[in-house]
């Protein structure tokens, strides 16, 4: 049996004091024993590669020796303290040195010390002699190259300096020969009968030797120009334009595949289905829709073959004559641009045909789409030309001045950006139809009212609909029921015509549900439906859901009548819905009503307002217009300066929900919110500067000199355009025998609500009607009312009838019997009403027959009603009232821009000729401003503060500001009681909290997660982490405010500063990829590594279902990392099925064609959800390359507004939804713990450590 290793004991000890006196590193460490259970102090001092250890510091003999050659020195995790420890484990680190034997027990030391560690560590480290002797080598290869390159530098100056004195030489003897050879021919000159000596062939010889120097130095100097120029900064540009070019010549040749698609896919196809017997398009649709479509493809063949042969004659690149190719065939782009809205248009009344529609859909399956629509396809080219001008912008600015091609490109750049600017304007303008379109698609059963592009979307969210119990009752005590929230869960889309009500099927597919085209010109808002007292007091499980619900009442004309409760999930979110329904229903009737004034020939003192304005359509130096309308049907803005950009925001005669939203969100960007909220008081307080200055006489304008001022609008292809808009009243002509004129009025009545109410007009006892007590009486004039009731349901809240109707029957009986007397009047009042019939026509009011008469002194011409609906009013003719025209109209528009009205209906009532004097008609138009102007205000206000309440929460003193004006407004007597009631619900709105949010805040989980230790990631479940992790992401994603999102300020140097939360949004991003890559590279065993990285794929996989696309994107980044993708020997032991699952998550949120994918899984997908940021800011910083945010004179490009504006509305979508997902505060902290998470650098260097790089 072999004996052990002897050594020399002598000569170990002689080390170890020497060791002990002289060591690298000496000190006291803890070696833990051999049977794992103790740790011992012992005195270590480390000498070269071999490390002693003695009982103390002061032994005189070592009790071991570890020899250190081949050995690997590395920090570990603190071990896991048993129940029983009772030695306390913080502040100790801990280290072991492994001798790479199987045999071989690893020694396991520790230190009280973080950096004593450190420096043992180290010590250890570098304690071979193996690697001494390979630095070593290293050095002396390294000295005696420098020995070589000195001796080769010593040898080369000793050659320059021989040359140099040689050329010296040489130049001396020259010197002198030249001085000898002056001479001789000075004497020659002065003695020419001398005959020419022999010198001529040394002069012959000089002249060769300085040929020679000539020509040297010129080479040498030619070999220095040619490396400056190698590295000057000309040189540098004209690389960085070859690679311009290349990358042009690839971009150009994916656009050439994309026109063959549209061609080869579409067109093609498509007209030989138009020559069929029964062809579902027919062939002028199909050159409708794809107009030059195929020359352009042509034209771009040609233009990328050029563009090849160009490069083939490399590095001589001459593009500018190729451009010149391109520019004559710019007008074929033009009418191909013009023709871009007309085409989509076609194309979606195309798609009414259900056989078109089928055929479309299977020419959009063929693999060479690669799931994209026609649409895009048609969209391509509108992004070419911005294309050409960024290429051309980088290759002007990598070409100098002098250039040759310079001119020629400024001159192709210019050109290219006007058709640019048509372009873009284009693209943006028909946004709106390739968003219905969309949505369109996604519904199964199809929705042919979206395929009106007149329409505009304006929002879209998801919605409990509460159903209604046999009764025709709303079951209220279902509304807190978790069955209820998933049975009655609804996708709802708002367009400015329609409502559409969806159930989200399989597959993201959308189903219409039973009345799910709700068409808003037959709806009414109730803002708070009631239920019954018995309902209240029995059912309390609703209580949660109380104030979120809201309910519209349906009235088509050629059915039965329904009603649709819908809850949203927050106060603010309920007002977001109720604001933009309200005003999309606003704008639809009072575009009625204006088309029947312009309809019906009236010469009364109602002015085309809208269609005389030609401020409205011209452009201006201040404000530019697109072709498209607004739900309004007033042209779209498309640039302005602030000044007209307020003015439009209160201009009383419209009010356009999509301009509204898009100023809202953008404002920030051209002005502040005091200049916002100091332009809505002035209104206020001065109400006659809403109407613009140029409009104003319009205003006042007789209806006899109107076309004497104006004449016609002038008939260019804009203004001869039918256009609409909210107007004053309808009025239309009749004739009596007697030559008085009967006027038809169009009046909404509009009551409950917020909106103004007709029905509480009173009488006094003797049958007169009164408005003003400066009015003059008529004589005999009385109210006939005829069929005009109260519904049942809601008249015990009209607070008339607060008191009994028993109490005063005398004047119940005697009002009803008063509004029967004929009118009769005398010839001399008959004279004096035809003269003044011509500028002052009136009406007669309607009164509600449960309505009782009061003294005259009582008199309330408008009054709060809340819940009351006026359901029908005959027309009255041969009628007379003190209340004028004007009058009407003030209510009319009140209710129009006002709030939400309980119930509205188109009226007709005939008005009869009154003698109203000129200022008192004046009086009544002020009249008419002044409450148009209040309700204008209000209902800006409204808007901003239930949309926007992130501008008032982060801004104290704007918040004060309103707070403080709307208490002013409320103090005000001569307010109405629906306008005081609605300035006191934006002042609640801003001071109380929403309870529908009550999910927890980051701040919260933060705080709750501080202080202990988390539980190790073996401790939590696949599920509870992919859950806390959706909370988490969420959490992040709300807060980000959207003025963050204008300005690209996430890409400034400021990015901190000017974009807090998007950087915060950023860093957790990165936080949770750190962390997943960290769990993988802690461990040591590669089962365990595979366990760990298939649990994160399960998690991605339950974030998918979660809808968490941002926690997916997270987890398939950190397992792309170089550190984790390297593991090939981890890599093979995944399974197959992870693997696959894998595959498909990064496929749904690859960046390929612009996320495509993930654009599909959003589109199917209802909120809650998280998307991936930074697709969006994508998106936006593609917007502000391309676009300006003023335009050379100054103006505001409100276009770029309103596309960042659509982009922010669908990030906010996403926003406002909050996940029902419980906070496990152990899970959080676990997730926001960083005190083991590895950066970068040593990720990669524990990758190396588990498997090195192999040689090759």
């Given at each position: 049996?072999?004996?052990?290793?002897?050594?020399?004991?002598?000569?170990?000890?002689?080390?170890?004091?020497?060791?002990?006196?002289?060591?690298?590193?000496?000190?006291?460490?803890?070696?833990?024993?051999?049977?794992?259970?103790?740790?011992?102090?012992?005195?270590?001092?480390?000498?070269?590669?071999?490390?002693?250890?003695?009982?103390?510091?002061?032994?005189?003999?070592?009790?071991?020796?570890?020899?250190?050659?081949?050995?690997?020195?590395?920090?570990?995790?603190?071990?896991?303290?048993?129940?029983?420890?009772?030695?306390?484990?913080?502040?100790?680190?801990?280290?072991?040195?492994?001798?790479?034997?199987?045999?071989?027990?690893?020694?396991?030391?520790?230190?009280?010390?973080?950096?004593?560690?450190?420096?043992?560590?180290?010590?250890?480290?570098?304690?071979?002699?193996?690697?001494?002797?390979?630095?070593?080598?290293?050095?002396?290869?390294?000295?005696?190259?420098?020995?070589?390159?000195?001796?080769?530098?010593?040898?080369?100056?000793?050659?320059?300096?021989?040359?140099?004195?040689?050329?010296?030489?040489?130049?001396?003897?020259?010197?002198?020969?030249?001085?000898?050879?002056?001479?001789?021919?000075?004497?020659?000159?002065?003695?020419?009968?001398?005959?020419?000596?022999e010198d001529d062939s040394e002069i012959k010889k000089i002249k060769k030797v300085q040929s020679f120097l000539r020509g040297w130095m010129c080479r040498r100097k030619w070999k220095t120009i040619i490396q400056d120029y190698i590295r000057s900064p000309h040189a540098e540009s004209m690389r960085k334009r070859n690679q311009v070019v290349f990358s042009m010549l690839e971009a150009e040749a994916e656009y050439v595949q994309q026109l063959h698609i549209l061609v080869n896919n579409f067109l093609r196809p498509l007209r030989m289905a138009a020559s069929s017997k029964k062809p579902p398009i027919t062939h002028d649709d199909v050159s409708s829709i794809f107009l030059n479509s195929e020359t352009i493809m042509f034209l771009h063949q040609i233009f990328y073959q050029g563009l090849k042969a160009r490069i083939a004659s490399w590095p001589t690149l001459v593009l500018a004559d190729l451009f010149d190719i391109l520019l004559p065939m710019l007008n074929i782009y033009q009418e191909f641009v013009r023709n871009h809205q007309y085409s989509l248009q076609i194309l979606a009344h195309c798609k009414q045909?259900?056989?078109?529609?089928?055929?479309?859909?299977?020419?959009?399956?063929?693999?060479?789409?690669?799931?994209?629509?026609?649409?895009?396809?048609?969209?391509?080219?509108?992004?070419?030309?911005?294309?050409?001008?960024?290429?051309?912008?980088?290759?002007?600015?990598?070409?100098?001045?002098?250039?040759?091609?310079?001119?020629?490109?400024?001159?192709?750049?210019?050109?290219?950006?006007?058709?640019?600017?048509?372009?873009?304007?284009?693209?943006?303008?028909?946004?709106?139809?390739?968003?219905?379109?969309?949505?369109?698609?996604?519904?199964?059963?199809?929705?042919?009212?979206?395929?009106?592009?007149?329409?505009?979307?304006?929002?879209?969210?998801?919605?409990?609909?509460?159903?209604?119990?046999?009764?025709?009752?709303?079951?209220?005590?279902?509304?807190?029921?978790?069955?209820?929230?998933?049975?009655?869960?609804?996708?709802?889309?708002?367009?400015?015509?329609?409502?559409?009500?969806?159930?989200?099927?399989?597959?993201?597919?959308?189903?219409?549900?039973?009345?799910?085209?709700?068409?808003?010109?037959?709806?009414?808002?109730?803002?708070?439906?009631?239920?019954?007292?018995?309902?209240?007091?029995?059912?309390?499980?609703?209580?949660?859901?109380?104030?979120?619900?809201?309910?519209?009442?349906?009235?088509?004309?050629?059915?039965?009548?329904?009603?649709?409760?819908?809850?949203?999930?927050?106060?603010?979110?309920?007002?977001?819905?109720?604001?933009?329904?309200?005003?999309?229903?606003?704008?639809?009737?009072?575009?009625?009503?204006?088309?029947?004034?312009?309809?019906?020939?009236?010469?009364?003192?109602?002015?085309?307002?809208?269609?005389?304005?030609?401020?409205?359509?011209?452009?201006?130096?201040?404000?530019?217009?697109?072709?498209?309308?607004?739900?309004?049907?007033?042209?779209?803005?498309?640039?302005?300066?602030?000044?007209?950009?307020?003015?439009?925001?209160?201009?009383?005669?419209?009010?356009?929900?999509?301009?509204?939203?898009?100023?809202?969100?953008?404002?920030?960007?051209?002005?502040?919110?005091?200049?916002?909220?100091?332009?809505?008081?002035?209104?206020?307080?001065?109400?006659?500067?809403?109407?613009?200055?140029?409009?104003?006489?319009?205003?006042?304008?007789?209806?006899?000199?109107?076309?004497?001022?104006?004449?016609?609008?002038?008939?260019?292809?804009?203004?001869?355009?039918?256009?609409?808009?909210?107007?004053?009243?309808?009025?239309?002509?009749?004739?009596?025998?007697?030559?008085?004129?009967?006027?038809?009025?169009?009046?909404?009545?509009?009551?409950?609500?917020?909106?103004?109410?007709?029905?509480?007009?009173?009488?006094?006892?003797?049958?007169?009607?009164?408005?003003?007590?400066?009015?003059?009486?008529?004589?005999?004039?009385?109210?006939?009312?005829?069929?005009?009731?109260?519904?049942?349901?809601?008249?015990?809240?009209?607070?008339?009838?607060?008191?009994?109707?028993?109490?005063?029957?005398?004047?119940?009986?005697?009002?009803?019997?008063?509004?029967?007397?004929?009118?009769?009047?005398?010839?001399?009042?008959?004279?004096?009403?035809?003269?003044?019939?011509?500028?002052?026509?009136?009406?007669?009011?309607?009164?509600?027959?449960?309505?009782?008469?009061?003294?005259?002194?009582?008199?309330?011409?408008?009054?709060?009603?809340?819940?009351?609906?006026?359901?029908?009013?005959?027309?009255?003719?041969?009628?007379?009232?003190?209340?004028?025209?004007?009058?009407?109209?003030?209510?009319?528009?009140?209710?129009?821009?006002?709030?939400?009205?309980?119930?509205?209906?188109?009226?007709?009532?005939?008005?009869?000729?009154?003698?109203?004097?000129?200022?008192?008609?004046?009086?009544?138009?002020?009249?008419?401003?002044?409450?148009?102007?209040?309700?204008?205000?209000?209902?800006?206000?409204?808007?901003?503060?239930?949309?926007?309440?992130?501008?008032?929460?982060?801004?104290?003193?704007?918040?004060?500001?309103?707070?403080?004006?709307?208490?002013?407004?409320?103090?005000?007597?001569?307010?109405?009681?629906?306008?005081?009631?609605?300035?006191?619900?934006?002042?609640?709105?801003?001071?109380?909290?929403?309870?529908?949010?009550?999910?927890?805040?980051?701040?919260?989980?933060?705080?709750?997660?501080?202080?202990?230790?988390?539980?190790?990631?073996?401790?939590?479940?696949?599920?509870?982490?992919?859950?806390?992790?959706?909370?988490?992401?969420?959490?992040?994603?709300?807060?980000?405010?959207?003025?963050?999102?204008?300005?690209?300020?996430?890409?400034?140097?400021?990015?901190?500063?000017?974009?807090?939360?998007?950087?915060?949004?950023?860093?957790?991003?990165?936080?949770?990829?750190?962390?997943?890559?960290?769990?993988?590279?802690?461990?040591?065993?590669?089962?365990?590594?595979?366990?760990?990285?298939?649990?994160?794929?399960?998690?991605?996989?339950?974030?998918?279902?979660?809808?968490?696309?941002?926690?997916?994107?997270?987890?398939?980044?950190?397992?792309?990392?170089?550190?984790?993708?390297?593991?090939?020997?981890?890599?093979?032991?995944?399974?197959?099925?992870?693997?696959?699952?894998?595959?498909?998550?990064?496929?749904?949120?690859?960046?390929?064609?612009?996320?495509?994918?993930?654009?599909?899984?959003?589109?199917?997908?209802?909120?809650?959800?998280?998307?991936?940021?930074?697709?969006?800011?994508?998106?936006?910083?593609?917007?502000?390359?391309?676009?300006?945010?003023?335009?050379?004179?100054?103006?505001?490009?409100?276009?770029?507004?309103?596309?960042?504006?659509?982009?922010?509305?669908?990030?906010?979508q996403f926003q406002q939804t909050a996940y029902k997902i419980d906070h496990q505060p152990k899970v959080a902290q676990y997730l926001l713990d960083k005190s083991y998470v590895m950066d970068e650098e040593s990720l990669y260097e524990a990758s190396l450590r588990i498997e090195p790089k192999t040689s090759t």
């Amino acid at each position: 049996m072999q004996k052990g290793i002897r050594l020399n004991d002598g000569h170990v000890t002689y080390l170890g004091l020497l060791a002990k006196k002289d060591g690298t590193r000496r000190g006291c460490l803890s070696k833990k024993s051999s049977d794992n259970t103790k740790w011992h102090t012992k005195w270590f001092a480390l000498l070269q590669n071999m490390l002693f250890y003695f009982e103390n510091d002061s032994s005189s003999r070592p009790s071991g020796l570890y020899l250190l050659e081949g050995c690997v020195c590395d920090r570990s995790p603190s071990p896991k303290p048993s129940l029983s420890a009772k030695e306390c484990l913080e502040k100790q680190y801990y280290f072991t040195v492994n001798f790479n034997h199987d045999n071989q027990k690893a020694l396991e030391l520790r230190t009280e010390d973080v950096k004593d560690c450190d420096e043992w560590v180290a010590a250890i480290t570098h304690a071979s002699y193996r690697n001494l002797a390979t630095e070593h080598e290293t050095l002396m290869q390294k000295y005696l190259h420098l020995l070589q390159i000195v001796e080769t530098e010593k040898t080369v100056a000793k050659q320059l300096r021989q040359q140099i004195e040689d050329g010296e030489i040489e130049i001396e003897r020259l010197k002198s020969e030249i001085a000898g050879l002056l001479k001789d021919n000075e004497k020659i000159q002065s003695n020419p009968t001398v005959p020419p000596s022999e010198d001529d062939s040394e002069i012959k010889k000089i002249k060769k030797v300085q040929s020679f120097l000539r020509g040297w130095m010129c080479r040498r100097k030619w070999k220095t120009i040619i490396q400056d120029y190698i590295r000057s900064p000309h040189a540098e540009s004209m690389r960085k334009r070859n690679q311009v070019v290349f990358s042009m010549l690839e971009a150009e040749a994916e656009y050439v595949q994309q026109l063959h698609i549209l061609v080869n896919n579409f067109l093609r196809p498509l007209r030989m289905a138009a020559s069929s017997k029964k062809p579902p398009i027919t062939h002028d649709d199909v050159s409708s829709i794809f107009l030059n479509s195929e020359t352009i493809m042509f034209l771009h063949q040609i233009f990328y073959q050029g563009l090849k042969a160009r490069i083939a004659s490399w590095p001589t690149l001459v593009l500018a004559d190729l451009f010149d190719i391109l520019l004559p065939m710019l007008n074929i782009y033009q009418e191909f641009v013009r023709n871009h809205q007309y085409s989509l248009q076609i194309l979606a009344h195309c798609k009414q045909n259900r056989d078109f529609d089928k055929l479309l859909k299977q020419y959009e399956a063929k693999p060479d789409c690669e799931e994209r629509t026609l649409e895009t396809f048609l969209t391509y080219p509108m992004f070419q030309i911005p294309r050409y001008i960024l290429t051309l912008h980088e290759l002007l600015a990598h070409t100098p001045h002098e250039h040759v091609e310079r001119n020629s490109l400024d001159y192709a750049k210019s050109k290219l950006e006007e058709l640019s600017r048509i372009m873009h304007d284009e693209v943006s303008e028909t946004e709106n139809i390739r968003k219905n379109l969309a949505i369109e698609r996604m519904i199964v059963e199809g929705c042919e009212v979206l395929l009106d592009t007149s329409q505009t979307f304006v929002r879209q969210g998801s919605l409990i609909q509460v159903p209604m119990s046999e009764k025709g009752k709303i079951t209220r005590g279902r509304l807190g029921s978790l069955s209820l929230k998933k049975e009655g869960e609804r996708q709802c889309f708002l367009f400015s015509k329609h409502l559409i009500i969806c159930t989200r099927g399989s597959g993201g597919k959308l189903h219409l549900t039973k009345n799910g085209v709700v068409s808003l010109i037959d709806c009414t808002l109730m803002e708070e439906p009631e239920g019954t007292d018995e309902e209240s007091k029995s059912d309390k499980s609703g209580q949660d859901m109380e104030h979120l619900d809201f309910k519209i009442v349906v009235e088509p004309k050629d059915s039965q009548s329904f009603t649709v409760i819908l809850v949203a999930s927050s106060r603010q979110e309920k007002s977001a819905w109720t604001s933009d329904i309200s005003q999309c229903i606003d704008n639809i009737r009072c575009n009625g009503l204006m088309m029947n004034a312009f309809e019906e020939n009236s010469k009364v003192t109602v002015p085309q307002m809208i269609k005389s304005d030609a401020s409205l359509y011209c452009d201006d130096v201040d404000i530019r217009f697109s072709k498209m309308m607004n739900s309004c049907k007033v042209l779209q803005i498309r640039y302005a300066s602030v000044e007209r950009l307020l003015e439009r925001l209160t201009d009383l005669r419209f009010l356009s929900i999509d301009f509204l939203n898009t100023f809202l969100h953008s404002y920030r960007v051209f002005t502040s919110a005091n200049v916002v909220l100091d332009k809505l008081i002035t209104i206020y307080k001065k109400p006659i500067s809403a109407i613009p200055a140029r409009s104003l006489e319009l205003f006042f304008a007789s209806s006899q000199n109107n076309k004497l001022l104006y004449g016609e609008p002038p008939k260019s292809p804009r203004a001869s355009r039918k256009f609409s808009s909210p107007p004053p009243l309808s009025i239309t002509k009749s004739s009596s025998p007697n030559r008085r004129r009967k006027l038809s009025l169009n009046i909404p009545i509009i009551t409950g609500g917020k909106a103004l109410d007709l029905a509480a007009l009173g009488c006094s006892p003797n049958g007169y009607a009164t408005m003003y007590s400066t009015m003059s009486p008529f004589s005999k004039t009385s109210l006939d009312i005829n069929k005009l009731y109260v519904s049942s349901t809601m008249a015990n809240k009209i607070p008339d009838e607060a008191e009994s109707k028993t109490d005063r029957p005398e004047e119940a009986s005697q009002c009803k019997q008063d509004m029967s007397v004929r009118e009769e009047c005398d010839n001399d009042q008959t004279q004096s009403d035809e003269a003044e019939t011509e500028t002052s026509p009136t009406k007669s009011p309607t009164t509600p027959k449960n309505v009782k008469c009061k003294n005259s002194s009582e008199f309330s011409l408008f009054s709060y009603n809340n819940g009351m609906v006026v359901s029908s009013c005959r027309e009255l003719d041969n009628t007379r009232s003190a209340l004028s025209a004007a009058s009407a109209f003030a209510i009319a528009t009140a209710g129009a821009n006002e709030g939400t009205p309980t119930k509205e209906k188109y009226r007709r009532m005939s008005l009869a000729s009154t003698g109203f004097p000129t200022d008192q008609r004046n009086g009544d138009k002020e009249f008419i401003i002044r409450r148009a102007a209040t309700n204008r205000v209000l209902n800006v206000l409204r808007h901003w503060v239930s949309k926007h309440s992130q501008d008032f929460e982060s801004n104290t003193d704007l918040k004060m500001k309103v707070i403080s004006f709307l208490e002013e407004v409320i103090h005000d007597p001569e307010l109405l009681t629906q306008e005081r009631k609605a300035a006191a619900n934006i002042i609640r709105t801003l001071t109380q909290e929403d309870p529908g949010d009550n999910q927890i805040t980051l701040e919260e989980v933060k705080q709750l997660a501080e202080g202990g230790k988390a539980e190790p990631f073996e401790c939590h479940s696949a599920l509870e982490i992919a859950e806390q992790l959706t909370l988490l992401d969420h959490l992040v994603f709300k807060v980000i405010p959207y003025e963050e999102f204008f300005g690209q300020g996430w890409m400034k140097n400021d990015k901190n500063e000017k974009t807090p939360y998007i950087m915060k949004t950023t860093k957790h991003f990165n936080d949770i990829s750190n962390l997943i890559a960290t769990e993988i590279l802690r461990c040591d065993d590669i089962n365990t590594r595979v366990a760990v990285m298939e649990k994160w794929v399960a998690v991605a996989d339950i974030c998918r279902c979660l809808h968490n696309y941002n926690a997916v994107l997270e987890i398939t980044s950190s397992l792309n990392r170089s550190s984790v993708f390297r593991l090939k020997k981890t890599w093979m032991k995944v399974s197959k099925q992870t693997k696959t699952v894998i595959d498909k998550l990064q496929k749904l949120v690859s960046s390929e064609g612009r996320f495509k994918n993930l654009r599909e899984a959003l589109k199917n997908c209802d909120p809650p959800c998280v998307p991936y940021l930074g697709m969006y800011l994508t998106d936006l910083a593609f917007i502000e390359e391309g676009t300006p945010n003023y335009t050379e004179d100054n103006l505001v490009n409100f276009s770029k507004m309103r596309m960042i504006s659509h982009i922010i509305r669908e990030i906010r979508q996403f926003q406002q939804t909050a996940y029902k997902i419980d906070h496990q505060p152990k899970v959080a902290q676990y997730l926001l713990d960083k005190s083991y998470v590895m950066d970068e650098e040593s990720l990669y260097e524990a990758s190396l450590r588990i498997e090195p790089k192999t040689s090759t």
